[in-house]
T-cell receptor, first 113, second 113 residues
Framework: SQQGEEDPQALSIQEGENATMNCSYK?????LQWYRQNSGRGLVHLIL?????REKHSGRLRVTLDTSKKSSSLLITASRAADTASYFC?????????????FGQGTILTVHP | ETGVTQTPRHLVMGMTNKKSLKCEQH?????MYWYKQSAKKPLELMFV???????ENNSVPSRFSPECPNSSHLFLHLHTLQPEDSALYLC????????????FGPGTRLTVT
């Protein structure tokens, strides 16, 4: 599997439900970032979690990071139809590679009204 | 609007054409990036510029030629492309610091015929 691999590949839920997406990676990291992409558009940064952090919140978003398992999860609470998009995790290995993000293939989230 | 603009938004070119993609950021950032997004593949980092200096060329074929005249502008010059080069080309910028989130433009949808 590739660095920054998300699962599930697709997720379909009803408005108001919570959505959880997972990301696994292979190498040590400096930070891990989550991005959202609406169909055919640019990516929007959602949240960044550093390797020494375990959990971070931003509005309805909650991100966890487990460096021992090399995994992260993104939870969107009380989802809305406007949350329908693709979600990507990206890892930054730091050092001489900082800023050189490696992206996963993403999770396609569909929220039905 | 993220403060990163890309032109053109759509481009159709033949394999013998020469064209250029343009990216401009209005955020005062020091690092700029080109990514390629193909269907069913993760976002691929192509080039990185920090303070106008190229710091990454991710084994990109020479038919793609980047140019960064200043820290606000980034170009991708295209010549003798192949149909498999058809993709969404995304530009991004960041402060260039160690924990830099990246701001993406809307992308250029390129079709090579």
């Amino acid at each position: 599997s590739q660095q920054g691999e998300e699962d599930p590949q697709a997720l379909s839920i009803q408005e108001g439900e919570n959505a959880t997406m997972n990301c696994s990676y292979k190498t040590s990291i400096n930070n891990l970032q989550w991005y959202r992409q609406n169909s055919g558009r640019g990516l929007v940064h959602l949240i960044l979690i550093r390797s020494n952090e375990r959990e971070k919140h931003s509005g309805r978003l909650r991100v966890t990071l487990d460096t021992s398992k090399k995994s992260s999860s993104l939870l969107i609470t009380a989802s809305r139809a406007a949350d329908t998009a693709s979600y990507f995790c990206a890892t930054d290995r730091g050092g001489t590679s900082y800023g050189k993000l490696t992206f996963g293939q993403g999770t396609i989230l569909t929220v039905h009204p | 609007e993220t403060g990163v603009t890309q032109t053109p938004r759509h481009l159709v070119m033949g394999m013998t054409n020469k064209k250029s993609l343009k990216c401009e950021q209005h955020l005062g950032h020091n690092a700029m990036y080109w990514y390629k997004q193909s269907a069913k593949k993760p976002l691929e980092l192509m080039f990185v510029y920090n303070f106008k200096e190229q710091t990454e060329n991710n084994s990109v074929p020479s038919r793609f030629s980047p140019e960064c005249p200043n820290s606000s502008h980034l170009f991708l010059h295209l010549h003798t492309l192949q149909p498999e080069d058809s993709a969404l080309y995304l530009c991004a910028s960041s402060l260039g610091d160690r924990d830099g989130e990246q701001y993406f433009g809307p992308g250029t949808r390129l079709t090579v015929t």
